[in-house]
């Protein structure tokens, strides 16, 4: 009887903490689309204020590489979230052939 008790709060265990993984998986996606969505609204400020510099002083900000380095975070997030499939590795050829010759 103590072992059933056992196993069965291993189960339990074993099954809570799987859903618990999975409950943190999709939270971490979750919050990473949330960024990649700020990262798209970031565009827009990116712009407005690129539109009020003054292009008259001797130092600017390079708004080009701004947004350079926003798509490059933003495809990384991307490509974490909606993975390509990846492609077929080419197949081997089988020898068909399993049978062993012995010297009698």
């Known amino acids: ?3 059933a008790i056992i196993h069965a709060m291993c189960f339990l265990s074993l099954f809570v903490s799987s859903h618990v993984y999975a409950a943190s998986v999709i939270d971490e996606k979750r919050e990473l689309a949330t960024i990649s969505d700020h990262l798209t609204k970031l565009d ?4 407005r204020a690129e539109q ?3 292009y008259r002083s001797v ?3 390079d708004y080009p590489a701004l947004r350079s ?4 975070i933003q495809s ?3 490509a974490y979230l909606y993975p390509s499939r990846p ?3 080419p197949q081997t050829p089988l020898s068909g052939d399993y049978t ?5």
Do not use: C, E, V, W
């Open 76 to 78: 990384g997030i991307s």
């Open 59 to 61: 130092r600017q900000f």
């Open 100 to 104: 062993l010759r012995t010297q009698p």
């Open 44 to 47: 827009f400020l990116i712009q």
């Open 1 to 3: 009887m103590r072992h």
């Open 52 to 54: 009020r510099a003054d």
């Open 69 to 72: 380095d926003l798509r490059d």
């Open 87 to 89: 492609i077929p590795l």
